[in-house]
Structure formats: C-alpha cells, structure tokens
C-alpha cells in the first residue's frame, strides 16, 4: 500500500515560501537595523538567500540520514562565523558571486540527485555558508539590536531548511521526486541570474 501523500509537510513549505515572496534588495538596508523582527525578515525577503537555503534541505533530504539534519544545522554555524568575519571587517572578495553560486550549485546537486560522502556535503554547504554569513554581518554594525538582528536571521534560515526539507519530501514519490528535481534546477537557473544580472 502506497505511503499517503505528505500534505502537511508541504503547506507548511509554501506558506513559509509565500512569505518570502515579498520583494527587497536581498543585501542592502537601508537606515538602521531594528533586532529580531527585521533579521527574521530579512532572510525570506532575500531571493538568493532563500533559494539556496531551501536548496540545503532539498539536498539534505535526497542525501538522508544524517545529511537531511546535519547540513540544516551546519549551514547557519557556519553562516554565524562568516557573519562574525564580517562584522569585524575582515577582508572577503567576491561575496556576491559566491552567494549566487551557492543558488547554482547547490540547486545543481538537487536537479542532478547529486549523492556524495556527507562529510563533503557538510564542506560545501559550510563554504557557502561563509559568504551568505559574511555578506549580512557587514550589516550588522548599523543594527540597534546586533545579536537579536542575528538571532531573528538565523532562525528564519533553520525554517527556510525546514521547507526544503518538508518539499524534498516529495521525492519518496517518483512524480514527487521529479518536481523535486525541477525545483533544483528552477534554483540553479536562479543562481545563474543573480550570478549575470
């Protein structure tokens, strides 16, 4: 008898996705930064970051245990990191394009089904935790509330994992699996536009 279909997983995931939806620059505030509210907000109403993210759950759920909890926890340390080299000042190049390239590779691993050792997924998804991070810790020096700007940042990106994984789901299912895997290659060929626009 076929498993029933996960519904819940999955409306959980749009809605999560239908609040992202807002549109904003996905690395410029302007004024000051006003605590946990606004870093809450500010990851869903970034494209690029909310790609990717939900990308590293979609991931995690093709690569299974452990991957589907590891690279979920491993992403925002890492990004707590990136994001405290940035707030120091120290030097990072090419912030942007490693943001968007973590759209297209990552989206590419999910497209592609994309299985390799855990402990190299876990060097990915840290490596371009570190410029997602860093890019939104040059922002942090302006906030009124830096660590709870921080703490509202790094929750709303566990629950964009969250939703990836709720989405990936779907691939137990082999019509599930195919729009999983269309839904990577929606993000990669997101990643390709932030890469050349």
Known sequence: MPRPFPWRPLAGAVLVLALAAAPAEAHSIKGAVFGFVTGFMHPLTGPDHVVAMVAVGLWGTFLGAPAIWLLPIVFP????????????GLPL???????????????????????????????????????????????????????????GFVIATGCLHLAGIALGLMARWKVGEYVVRAGGAA??????WFLFT
């Open 77 to 88: 340390l890492i990004m707590a990191l990136g994001g405290a080299a940035g707030v120091i």
């Open 93 to 151: 190049s090419h912030v942007e394009t490693g943001i968007a390239l973590s759209a297209v590779v990552l989206g590419l691993m999910v497209a592609l089904a994309v299985r390799v050792p855990v402990w190299l997924a876990v060097v990915m998804v840290g490596f371009f935790a570190i410029f997602h991070g860093y890019a939104h810790g040059r922002e942090l020096p302006l906030a009124v509330g830096p660590m709870e700007f921080a703490l």
């Open 187 to 192: 993000i990669t060929l997101a990643g390709l």
